[in-house]
């Protein structure tokens, strides 16, 4: 599976958007960017996933670049929930193969809102 | 839904004894994983099912873990014996279908003195 880079650590006001960079330069094209977050002594939570297109639903929107190689997890109007760690992870597409819905998580993103 | 459900959610114990762990999937879900989380580490998976048989146990430390999923309710996860190291946050998620997205429980808090 490709390897992602994050940002160690984000502010953002409470209201305002946050937006969690995530370079993923050796992403194949059979993989997907997933996004997951993982509030204080919760289980991770899905957020969002893609594979070339802009993805949007209840909880952010996700950009991936024309090439592939980094994308951006937007939350439009964060909240002092929405503070945790934000995992981007690249996951193999393809059926079949033991690696096939594997999630190898990195260190992720600690976003902290502030009032 | 109830969701993954896993119990303990802490567990506290000595050095050599042995530790179940244990994850109801959410029904339905036809996978299931478990992953273990620690400052060091991070979250790393261990060990993952599809319909109850083992598929890849890769991430499975040493032979003193053994997992195990008698039916497609209900999985365990055994340290025997245990170590201080092992102590960590155990997690089980699981999905339906293997590219499907993953729901984790709330995992287990496991503290080995």
């Known amino acids: 599976d490709a390897k992602t880079t994050q940002p160690p650590s984000m502010d953002c006001a409470e209201g305002r958007a946050a937006n969690l960079p995530c370079n993923h330069s050796t992403i194949s094209g059979n993989e997907y960017v997933y996004w997951y977050r993982q509030i204080h002594s919760q289980g991770p939570q899905y957020i969002i996933h893609?594979?070339?297109n802009n993805e949007t639903n209840e909880m952010a929107s996700l950009i991936i670049t024309e090439d592939r190689k980094s994308s951006t997890l937007i939350l439009p109007h964060a909240t002092l929930r929405d503070t945790a760690v934000y995992y981007c992870i690249v996951r193999v597409a393809n059926a079949g193969g033991t690696s096939y819905g594997k999630l190898t998580f990195g260190q992720g993103t600690i976003l902290t809102v502030h009032p | 839904d109830a969701g993954v459900i896993q119990s303990p959610r802490h567990e506290v114990t000595e050095m050599g004894q042995e530790v179940t762990l244990r994850c109801k999937p959410i029904s339905g879900h036809d996978y299931l994983f478990w992953y273990r989380q620690t400052m060091m580490r991070g979250l790393e998976l261990l060990i993952y099912?599809?319909?109850?048989?083992?598929?890849?146990d890769s991430g499975m430390p040493e032979d003193r873990f053994s997992a195990k999923m008698p039916n497609a309710s209900f999985s365990t996860l055994k340290i025997q014996p245990s170590e201080p190291r092992d102590s960590a946050v155990y997690f089980c998620?699981?999905?339906?279908?293997?590219?499907?997205?993953?729901?984790f429980g709330p995992g287990t808090r496991l503290l080995v003195l």
């Open positions: 998620a699981s999905t339906r279908g293997q590219g499907e997205t993953q729901y």
């Open positions: 893609g594979l070339k």
């Open positions: 099912f599809n319909n109850n048989v083992p598929i890849d």
